[in-house]
């Protein structure tokens, strides 16, 4: 599968043709073959948005994980809390993506306590309330003790994460072949986890995909910087940057 906006389309065309009824992770009950589909928000908001557009042209609707602490984006910023709240009144959940390595030094016994601080605050930033939280970067001992927190749902629980058949495109690579299992009907509840950051309009290397993405810090750090400093092209030009 390729990692276009056209290839995403086809993607959700088979679910579709193939019986399965998109639902989230609170709507997931019943007998018949559903798909939940989430987005982790590792590296850029803009992609996210793009993503969620193509779904809501579909008559899709999904789940966007955000992080809170992280040097790529700031969730209360005024730019990317207008692009996240785009995301939200296209009729996508947006919930917690909390990275545990940020909280390595405090013990397990306390992530969940964490978790229901991160989710209260990026409620508070988003004002809707965040329901459910996915992990970024969780080590093996998490993902199989089942961590269960008050109040919020844990996609990566045992529910979602062993009783339906999960499928995702981490580090830009699908590990199992995700069409052929569409195809195949061999599992009637699918959880697949996509990241918006590698789709675009054209097929492209990881190598190409990284690499694009760092040189776009030079351009958007000037464009930081032009409203905040007044006059910037008289002190720097962006064709400069």
Not at 81 to 107: K, N, P, S, T, W
Not at 112 to 127: F, H, N, P
Request: aromatic share 12%.
């Amino acid at each position: 599968m390729e990692f276009t906006y056209a290839a995403y389309r086809d993607l959700i065309t088979l679910l579709r043709n193939e019986g399965y009824r998109f639902c989230g992770y609170f709507d997931h009950e019943g007998n018949d073959k559903r798909v939940i589909l989430r987005h982790d928000i590792d590296y850029s908001m803009e992609r996210a948005v793009k993503l969620a557009q193509v779904e809501q042209e579909m008559g899709v609707k999904s789940t966007y994980f955000v992080l809170l602490r992280t040097d790529f984006y700031n969730p209360a910023s005024k730019r990317t809390l207008d692009l996240l709240r785009q995301i939200r009144d296209m009729g996508h959940e947006v919930g917690l993506h909390f990275d545990e390595v940020a909280y390595r030094d405090c013990g397990a016994e306390t992530l969940g306590e964490w978790i229901r601080v991160e989710a209260a605050l990026l409620s508070e930033i988003c004002q809707s309330p965040v329901r459910c939280f996915s992990m970024h970067r969780p080590n093996r001992l998490t993902l199989e003790k089942d961590l269960q927190v008050d109040g919020l749902v844990n996609s990566y629980g045992e529910e979602f994460f062993r009783d339906f058949k999960y499928l995702s495109d981490s580090r830009r690579n699908w590990r199992e072949p995700v069409l052929d299992i569409i195809r195949s009907g061999a599992y009637d509840k699918l959880h697949i986890l996509t990241h918006a950051f590698w789709y675009g309009d054209q097929e492209e290397t990881i190598s190409d995909a990284v690499g694009r993405f760092v040189r776009s810090a030079n351009l958007e750090r000037y464009d930081q910087m032009a409203e905040n400093i007044r006059s910037i092209e008289d002190i720097l030009h962006r064709s400069e940057v």
